[in-house]
């Protein structure tokens, strides 16, 4: 089994940063896929960014080049820096967590608000 704490996100206005960050906790192999995804209301959940054990990453178009996905292995720790951001970013903001078995675990969630 694996958890995950999610913590960051809140209401910042247009143009500004927020950090997410994703702690994993339990017993897993090394070799995973962390990644954070969302879901505005009405819409589906969809990719935002993820990021292979061996660092290798994946950005939706729409966030390149705003957004940085980090992780630290010795933490077993993924962080999403997000800045210049739009209210069409706005969303809940999920952390998952892909198993060398191809398994998936899910945080809770934290709230993204872009808004003047």
């Known amino acids: 089994q694996v958890q995950l704490v999610e913590s960051g996100g809140g209401l910042v206005q247009p143009g500004g940063s927020l950090r997410l960050s994703c702690a994993a906790s339990?017993?897993?192999?090394?070799?995973?896929?962390m990644g954070w995804y969302r879901q505005a209301p009405g819409k589906q959940r969809e990719l935002v960014a993820v990021?292979?054990?061996?660092?290798?990453?994946n950005y939706r178009d729409s966030v390149k080049g705003r957004f940085t996905i980090s992780r630290d292995g010795a933490k077993n720790t993924v962080n999403l820096e997000m800045n210049s951001l739009k209210p069409e970013d706005t969303a809940v903001y999920y952390c998952?967590?892909?198993?060398?078995?191809?398994?998936?675990?899910w945080g809770q969630g934290t709230q993204v608000t872009v808004s003047s």
């Open positions: 990021i292979t054990s061996g660092g290798s990453t």
């Open positions: 998952k967590f892909q198993s060398h078995t191809g398994r998936d675990y």
């Open positions: 339990g017993t897993f192999f090394s070799f995973n896929v």
